[in-house]
């Protein structure tokens, strides 16, 4: 069974930092892409990150650009996104999800396995 698990969200003060960890199980995923994406409360799903298993290409969406940093260890085939800076505004549910190879990174309808999602509040 395909399975994608999110780790590490939480409560933090604007300013502080989260790691993110989302463990994929059941198949080989090195081809995929891997993105993660969030929806906060009353707004749609968005684009945060992707990464390529494969050679580590990356994109990430102007809001986070410079505060985030996602990454990928292959031996424990989990995908990490390191959130610095955080703000108020990054408070949402946080999605990782995989896509098959060439898939446009910021298009959520191309990903076809998501995990449960992880909540990451930041207060002020």
């Not at 031996?75 to 896509?99: F, G, I």
């Not at 060439?102 to 990451?120: A, K």
Request: proline letters at 2%; glycine letters at 10%.
């Amino acid at each position: 069974q395909v399975q994608l698990v999110e780790s590490g969200g939480g409560l933090v003060q604007a300013g502080g930092s989260l790691r993110l960890s989302c463990a994929a199980s059941g198949r080989t995923f090195s081809s995929y892409v891997m993105g993660w994406f969030r929806q906060a409360p009353g707004k749609e799903r968005e684009f945060v990150a992707a990464i390529t298993w494969s050679h580590g290409n990356t994109d990430y969406a102007d809001s986070v650009k410079g505060r985030f940093t996602i990454s990928r260890d292959n031996a424990k085939n989990t995908v990490y996104l390191q959130m610095n800076s955080l703000k108020r505004e990054d408070t949402a549910v946080y999605y990782c999800a995989a896509a098959p190879p060439g898939t446009y990174f910021r298009s959520f309808t191309e990903y076809d396995t998501w995990g449960q999602g992880t909540q990451v509040t930041v207060s002020s």
